[in-house]
Each structure stands twice: as C-alpha cells, then as structure tokens.
C-alpha cells in the first residue's frame, strides 16, 4: 500500500469559515457591528499588530455583551475569537492608512470636525 505525502493546505493553518461559527450567529452582524466595532477598537490602540491575546478577548468580550442578547463567553479557543482575528489581519492595513491619514491632519490642528477658518 502506497501512502501519499500529506498536502500543505492539510497541514497549514485554515482560516474558519462562517459555518465554523455557532449557527444562531447572524453573519451579517457579526461581520458589521461586531467586527467592525473590534476594529475600531484595535485602530485606537498604541500598536494594532501587539494586541495581547487576554485584552483581546476581555474586549471581544465586553462588546459582546453590550451589543448581543445572547450570552456567550469568549476565549482564545473559540470559533468568534478565531474569525475576528482573521478577518482583522487583512484588514489592518486599510486601519493604519486610515489612521495615518487621521494623525496627519491632527498634527496639522485640522480635525474634520473642526470649522473652516474664516477668511
């Protein structure tokens, strides 16, 4: 009996599908209002790539619990913590270009919500 070699993607680290989340989680709010809402968090960090993993889900898990009727803990090992890291390691570049653009006017002294200077 031959055996074949086994496949990289067999043994690489697989991004989870949607399917791998609890089936009552909502897709779209899950990637819209709580994604979302992590993401912007992780923009107002110090270091977005150093998040430590404990403060990473003691917030996952206070947005939680404000923005779902359902109670569900959060940890290292579950399926919501591992979806939104995945979804955010794409997406921290657009964060930090938006966040640039932000410092730069910041440091200028323009802020968007500040008035026009009258002439």
Known sequence: MIQKASEPAETAYKRLRNGALPAWINQDWFRHKFITTYMAFVG????????PKLQA???????WDAISTRKYEITSDTPVYTKVCDQ????????MVHFRRFNA??????LLSDPPASQ
Request: charged share 20%; glycine share 6%.
């Open 88 to 95: 955010l390691a794409p997406g921290m570049n657009d964060i």
């Open 105 to 110: 006017f910041r440091t200028r002294g323009v």
């Open 57 to 63: 889900v003691q917030v996952m898990q206070k947005i």
């Open 44 to 51: 107002e960090t110090t270091n977005p790539w150093d998040v």
